[in-house]
Structures are given as structure tokens and as C-alpha cells.
């Protein structure tokens, strides 16, 4: 089993979530620990391939079940040979997303059926689940606007914007309501932090909650 501490951060498009996995991986250096901070999809090197199919906005039209194939294939290849190795040689893994976005986006908005999200988790995942996942909540129209904000800045280096930052309002507010009921299924794993305040606060709030649910004392 592993022996190191799994912990996801989950969020619509624009939350905060690659900051925040950011700064609490620096937390955890400053205690003396070595975090292997990942993301989905992506996270191996044939996974940010199919990162980079699925995001791409001039891949063709696909349904959510062929979707949700293309992202287990990443993550087996990422669980396989990045996340299970790390844990079983006791490092701390974080990483930017994980199985409840595929929840969120392919099941409670794409339509894909349940019962085939519970058979890749079981064929993928196994128990490789996450100790914590840290949902970083933001009102629709918040993370809408900063998925422009960060669109336009692609724009001007000369990307275009991803497959999901194009969506609309009522898109993004279903992609929070998902997020929202998985937290209040599972409230002994999914925290539930308000994504609105400024990165600072949001990056202390965090701490305060892995410090004093996964960090013995001595370490704090």
C-alpha cells in the first residue's frame, strides 16, 4: 500500500488550482518534504500527449464516453509510472486534478453513463485514490472571467484558447454545481474553500487544513 500522502486539487476552469497546488508544494519543501507536484491530464510523457489531443481546439467533435477513454488511458500511464511510484517511496504527491474532473466534465455535464466512470476507476485508479481533495470554488461568472482573461493572454503569445476555456456561462456553472455535490457526498475527503479571496489567503487557508489534518506535530 502506499506510504506517501495523495492530495488533488479540483475546480472549474479559472479557480486557482495550478497557483494553489503551486504554493502548498513550496508549504511542504519548507517543512522539509519533497512533493512531486503533477497534473491531469498530463503528468507522463504519453499523457500530455493526449493532453495536448484532447485540448486542442481543432481536434474533431467526440462523445463524452470516447473522451473519458482517451483521459483513463493518461491517467493508467500517469498512475503507473508516476503516482503510485512516488507514494510507494513516501513522497507526497499533489496534483492539479485528478478522477473527479473526469466525474464533473464527462459524467455530470458530458452524460457519460455512471456505471462506466465506476469500471475505468476500478480498472485504472484501483486504490490509488486521493487522501484529500481540495475544491477550490468560484462563482461562475469569476471563473468564466478569468478563463478570458487567460484566454486573451494566449491569444497575444499566439496560442488559442483550450477545448474547455470556450464554453459558456451555463457550462461553467454546471462544471460547479458537479464539483459541489461530490464535495457533499464525500465531505471526510473533499474540502470545499472559497476561491473568490486573494491567492494569499486562499494559499493559507489551504495549509491550515493539510497541516492539521495530514502533518504530525512535530512537523508543523
Known sequence: MPSGRFITFEG???????????????????????????????????AEQVRNLVLDPATAQHSALSEALLFYAARADHVEKVIRPALVSGRWVISDRFSDSTRVYQVEVGGLP???????????????YPDMTLILDVPAEVGLT??????????????????????????????????????????????VIDGTQPPEKVAAEVWAYVEHRMLPPETR
Open 114 to 128: 455512471l456505471d462506466v466512470f465506476k469500471a475505468l476507476e476500478l480498472i485504472v485508479v484501483k486504490l490509488t
Open 12 to 46: 472549474g476552469e479559472g479557480s486557482g488550482k495550478t497557483t494553489q497546488a503551486r504554493l502548498l508544494g513550496d508549504a511542504l519543501r519548507a517543512r522539509g518534504l519533497e512533493p512531486l507536484l503533477t497534473r491531469e491530464p498530463g503528468g507522463s510523457p504519453f
Open 146 to 191: 478569468r478563463a478570458t482573461t487567460r484566454r486573451l493572454a494566449r491569444a497575444i503569445a499566439g496560442e488559442d484558447a483550450d477545448a474547455y476555456e470556450k464554453r459558456d456561462l451555463e457550462f461553467h456553472e454546471r462544471l460547479r454545481q458537479g464539483f459541489l455535490a461530490i464535495a457533499e457526498a464525500e465531505p471526510r475527503r473533499c474540502k
